[in-house]
């Protein structure tokens, strides 16, 4: 069990802070039970989260919330209970630095120990922790900077890098991939170095072989850009690349790490470039006034033609910061996204409007994975509750935001209770009703908790409130896959 201390909400470390103390700890396949009310009948399926599960190794502590060792967990939801297990990526990164139990590797925000003759050139280490990616026969674990780690699908075991055919070795392969609900086609994207920043696009078999890869770069973008998520909307993907560069010098000298390099540059404004689905070539390219996201909910093209994205508007790229501090266990730096709503002009991708459709601090935007590329109803989020301790505290509720109604309801779980991303589940039976799966951190109780909330009544108790048997350490992403596992273990 991660160690618990007493906290209040005087003190100056929250009470979130205690699932930054130790590691999360591994365990196999067990028994879910049952704390309040009943899993839905028709609830049958596989939910898989990726997060950041260790952020200490020895005696040191990474640099930044995204340097934690990838942990998956699984919650199976079969005809006899509710099972899960929790486990590492065994990628050779993770081994070598279990072996020495210290760190050596340098990551986003973690430099490699030692003298800096040592430091250079180092290749960074693949967390393998931000998010999954189920296919028929593996389970992918994702990380923007590197490839993907294939696990088996029903023992998370990690199998190796999976090879989907890249081009070229220095590939990546973002965590944010979008799924076409017709098609099944995966498309994805990696950014890669060399003189001039070049985006790799790829569309994928719904196995995940690469079925088409092309590039592109943008005129005139100098240094390395950071785009963590785009959008896939109708016919188009849409890229909105916000101003922050990397200096590229004291990171290849090993001087500064990746997240220390980076520069909020708002002269050089966020450059939007539309790509043809299709055939992966770009439309438009242009230049608007800077902001910053890491995450877009969603995105459609409506009845005039427009592009109408969805996304977590931040004014800077303060947020960084934040997650420094967040390992630590105290958040110093406050700042404040919050849902906008951007029209483009697809042959021009210029801004028509932009509008801030919810003013409530909030992340992790998300909506049902059957409806990408396609107008949606309901908006689900992680938010910050209004208290006077906001600026200091992780994201400690869940919401929706209804676009038909523009009505915004939360799931107020109380004081020091923290959820990860919830995840949206359509009920097969009723594809009007949505189950919300979130996993939850009970601060007062000295839990985690699986809680299944109906979509349209997160004013009230959840349907089902499950108790895992450890903490489970904040996650950033998950899936949900309808079908069972079969289960022989
Ligand atoms: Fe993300």
């Known amino acids: 069990m991660v160690a618990v201390p007493h906290s209040s909400p005087t003190s100056s470390r929250r009470a979130w802070s205690q699932l930054f103390q130790a590691p999360g700890r591994a365990f196999a396949l067990t028994p879910l039970p049952i704390l309040q009310g009943k899993v839905p009948g028709a609830l049958r399926g596989t939910l898989f989260r990726n ?34 297990q929790y486990r590492y990526v065994e990628t050779p990164y993770l081994q070598q630095e279990a072996t020495a139990d210290t760190l050596l590797l340098p990551n986003y925000g973690t430099l490699a120990p030692g003298p800096i003759w040592q430091r250079w050139g180092k290749p960074a280490k693949n967390s393998a922790n931000t998010s999954v990616l189920p296919l028929g026969d593996r389970l992918l674990a994702l990380w ?22 890249f081009a070229h070795r220095s590939d990546t392969f973002s965590a944010h991939h979008k799924i076409h609900p017709a098609t099944g086609e995966i498309y994805n994207f990696g950014v890669t170095f060399g003189p001039q920043a070049t985006f790799q696009l790829y569309r994928c078999e719904p196995q995940g072989k690469i079925r088409h890869q092309a590039h592109f770069s943008v005129p005139g973008l100098k240094g390395l850009p950071l785009v963590h998520d785009f959008v ?29 390099a980076l520069q909020w540059r708002p002269e050089l404004g966020t450059i939007v470039v539309i790509i043809d689905r299709h055939t992966l070539k770009p439309v438009s390219i242009s230049r608007q006034d800077p902001w910053f996201q890491w ?24 947020s960084n910061q934040q997650f420094v501090e967040i390992p630590q266990g105290q958040i110093k730096t406050y700042t404040k996204g919050t849902l906008w709503r951007y029209h483009l002009e697809p042959k021009t991708a210029k801004v028509i409007t932009a509008n801030e459709i919810c003013d409530r601090s909030c992340e992790f935007p998300i909506t049902l994975e059957s409806q990408t590329g396609q107008p949606w109803r309901k908006t689900f ?7 006077a301790d906001i600026g200091h505290e992780l994201i400690n509720a869940i919401a929706a935001f209804d676009h038909h109604t523009t009505t915004f309801t939360m799931a107020d779980m109380g004081p020091d209770h923290y959820p990860s991303e919830p995840i949206p589940v359509q009920n097969p039976q009723n ?53 069972a596992l079969d289960h022989k273990n």
Not at 60 to 77: C, E, N, P, Q, R
Request: net charge negative.
């Open 51 to 84: 997060g950041p599960g260790r952020l200490v190794r020895g005696q040191k502590t990474m640099g930044h919330w995204f340097d934690g060792d990838g942990s998956i967990l699984g919650v199976y939801f079969t005809e006899t209970g509710v099972q899960a």
């Open 381 to 387: 989020m992680g938010i910050h509750r209004q208290t």
């Open 295 to 318: 995450h877009f909910t969603n995105g459609f093209v409506n009845d005039q033609g427009e592009i109408v994205l969805e996304m977590v508007r931040f004014p800077d790229f303060a």
């Open 431 to 483: 594809p009007d009703q949505i189950w919300l799966l979130v996993v939850v951190f009970n601060a007062p109780a000295k839990r985690s908790e699986l809680r299944i909330y109906d979509g349209d009544r997160l004013d009230e108790e959840p349907l089902c409130t499950l108790e895992f048997p450890k903490i489970i350490p904040p996650s950033f992403h998950g899936k949900w896959q309808p079908e």
């Open 144 to 165: 923007e900077a590197g490839k993907p780690y294939a696990l088996d699908l029903q023992t998370l075991e990690t199998l190796g890098e999976a090879d989907l055919g």
């Open 232 to 260: 896939l909307a109708g016919d188009y993907l849409v890229f909105c690349i916000p101003p922050v560069r990397l200096q590229m010098l004291p990171t290849l000298l090993g001087l500064k790490t990746v997240s220390e």
